[in-house]
């Protein structure tokens, strides 16, 4: 496709329950960043994947949060027994290479999709 | 850990008035990105600072990255009512986390 996306675009769910977000990356970018951003609230890191394997996962706020990319594609972020202070916009990105490496021409640019906006009643 | 902070928080403008934000992190960066959020979207890439004391220009805008990088500047000239939105900028941590600073929002008065 012409830039990341990711589903679902809203999300209500009661307390609780589990959700699952999908994030599609730009084809051909090996890495890919989950971050979670409240009203009118900067980024917070959640976790980065490289290929299919995240070197770190102290991102997640929490064990009831996981997730998993699979085929250097696709990536899942599950959050189980959903709370209120869970609500908030859910931002995946993409970039050629990771941010880490700088270099120049931008082939770290992160390309942001729309979001998932997660409410938890 | 480290921690990167981004100042103000809030800034009004008139429109053609100049405004800057300020971003200042704990630890030295291998590099640091720019990147503007309008309100109700997603945050786009402006750009991405690498040298020790490097400045960039696009249009208005003016980037400054700090001799010992771990500050650097967003400068924009003459203000319009399309510079609206929130400005951030963010660093690598070791090699797999990204901080962003809180952003900047920019409301420009007409």
């Known amino acids: 496709g012409a830039g990341v996306s990711q589903s679902p675009s809203n999300k209500v769910t009661e307390k609780g329950k589990d959700v699952e977000l999908r994030c599609d990356p730009i084809s051909g970018h090996t890495a890919l960043y989950w971050y979670r951003q409240s009203l009118g609230q900067g980024l917070e890191f959640l976790i980065y994947?490289?290929?299919?394997?995240?070197?770190?996962k102290s991102g997640l706020p929490s064990d009831r949060f996981s997730a998993e990319r699979t085929g250097g594609s696709v990536s899942t972020l599950t959050i189980q027994r959903t709370q209120q202070e869970d609500s908030a916009v859910y931002l995946c990105?993409?970039?050629?290479?990771?941010?880490?490496?700088?270099?120049?021409?931008?082939?770290?640019?992160?390309?942001f999709g729309p979001g998932t906006r997660l409410t938890v009643l | 850990g480290q921690q990167v902070m981004q100042i103000p928080q809030y800034q009004h403008v008139q429109e053609g008035e100049d405004f800057t934000t300020y971003c200042n992190s704990s630890?030295?960066?291998?590099?640091i990105q720019w990147y503007k959020q309008r309100p109700g979207g997603h945050p786009v890439f402006l750009i991405q600072?690498?040298?020790?004391?490097e400045v960039k220009k696009q249009k208005r805008l003016t980037f400054q990255f700090g001799e010992a990088k771990k500050n650097s500047s967003l400068h924009i000239t003459a203000t319009q009512t399309t510079d609206v939105g929130t400005y951030f900028c963010a660093g690598p941590e070791r090699d797999d986390k990204i901080i962003f600073g809180k952003g900047t929002r920019l409301h420009i008065l007409p």
């Open positions: 990105a993409s970039s050629l290479v990771p941010v880490v490496r700088g270099g120049t021409g931008g082939l770290n640019e992160q390309f």
């Open positions: 630890t030295t960066l291998s590099n």
């Open positions: 600072l690498v040298k020790s004391g």
């Open positions: 994947f490289q290929g299919n394997s995240a070197p770190d």
